[in-house]
């Protein structure tokens, strides 16, 4: 799917949500504010940022369903508290310790690992090692177009800067919105692959039978159609 089509599917999609979403990250980053003020401690903000990210993305994918969501939902997360914040700790983990080698592998860490959440927004009872394994193997071969597409929004962060932030609130709903997407193509593309290896599994365990022609062939050769 091209990355322009991506964004126009994305624009479509938070027709009449922008506002709502808005709200949301508002309420999210009041919070955020709120705790560092009050305690003057980095991690204690850092501790909500996984069940506060599980709850925004599995609203985006109620978006990107086409059904309603509540402000409230946001708060969700909460619910698998532990799980999310384990898998937020561990995806920064790996990411930090792929960015000390250089900035690349960095960048390229933060990619392989960007579906993780999406993945445990639709199996939250996921372990958190597996997510990142699946988002990095769902990732493989689209890490360039991915990159693209986030690096397609630096006009958009440009203007965020100019309206003194508040751009940013739109640009978060686009930009995740866009991800959203992204994330349901390419799973979509595994999904097909594994029914295809699975079929390819099965024809080799059980070979057709027919004349003897057929039973002669080599059975490393299944027939795939």
Same mark, same amino acid.
């Given at each position: 799917?091209?990355?322009?089509?991506?964004?126009?599917?994305?624009?479509? *999609?938070?027709?009449?949500?922008?506002?709502?979403?808005? #709200?949301?990250?508002?309420?999210?980053?009041?919070?955020?504010? *709120?705790?560092?003020?009050?305690?003057?401690?980095?991690? /204690?903000?850092?501790?909500?940022?996984?069940?506060?990210?599980?709850?925004?993305?599995?609203?985006?994918?109620?978006?990107?369903?086409?059904?309603?969501?509540? /402000?409230?939902?946001?708060?969700?997360?909460?619910?698998?508290?532990?799980?999310?914040?384990?898998?937020?700790? =561990?995806?920064? @983990?790996?990411?930090?310790?792929? $960015?000390?080698?250089?900035? #690349?592998?960095?960048?390229?860490?933060?990619?392989?690992?960007?579906?993780?959440?999406? /993945?445990?927004?639709?199996?939250?009872?996921?372990?958190?090692?597996?997510?990142?394994?699946? $988002?990095?193997?769902?990732?493989?071969?689209?890490?360039?177009?991915?990159?693209? =597409?986030?690096? $397609?929004?630096?006009?958009?962060? *440009?203007?965020? @800067?100019?309206?003194f932030g508040i751009g940013f609130l739109f640009l978060y709903s686009y930009k995740t919105m866009?991800?959203?997407?992204?994330y349901q193509h390419i799973k979509g593309e595994v999904l097909y692959n594994e029914i295809i @290896?699975?079929?390819?599994?099965?024809? /080799?365990?059980?070979?057709?039978?027919?004349?003897?022609?057929?039973?002669?062939?080599?059975?490393?050769?299944?027939?795939?159609?």
């Amino acid at each position: 799917m091209d990355n322009k089509l991506i964004r126009l599917a994305a624009r479509r *999609l938070l027709i009449g949500k922008w506002g709502k979403l808005a #709200v949301v990250l508002l309420i999210f980053y009041a919070i955020d504010f *709120l705790l560092y003020s009050l305690t003057y401690l980095t991690f /204690i903000p850092i501790i909500i940022l996984g069940p506060f990210t599980l709850g925004i993305y599995t609203i985006f994918l109620k978006i990107w369903r086409k059904e309603d969501f509540k /402000i409230e939902e946001m708060f969700n997360g909460f619910k698998y508290f532990g799980r999310a914040l384990g898998t937020y700790l =561990l995806r920064y @983990i790996y990411i930090f310790l792929w $960015s000390i080698l250089l900035i #690349v592998p960095g960048i390229i860490a933060a990619i392989s690992y960007s579906m993780t959440f999406f /993945i445990l927004a639709e199996n939250p009872n996921i372990k958190a090692a597996d997510a990142l394994w699946l $988002s990095k193997q769902m990732m493989y071969g689209h890490k360039t177009q991915y990159f693209m =597409l986030m690096l $397609s929004f630096i006009g958009w962060f *440009l203007l965020s @800067i100019l309206t003194f932030g508040i751009g940013f609130l739109f640009l978060y709903s686009y930009k995740t919105m866009a991800s959203t997407i992204f994330y349901q193509h390419i799973k979509g593309e595994v999904l097909y692959n594994e029914i295809i @290896i699975e079929n390819v599994e099965q024809s /080799i365990k059980s070979p057709t039978e027919g004349s003897d022609e057929s039973t002669n062939q080599d059975s490393t050769y299944p027939d795939l159609y």
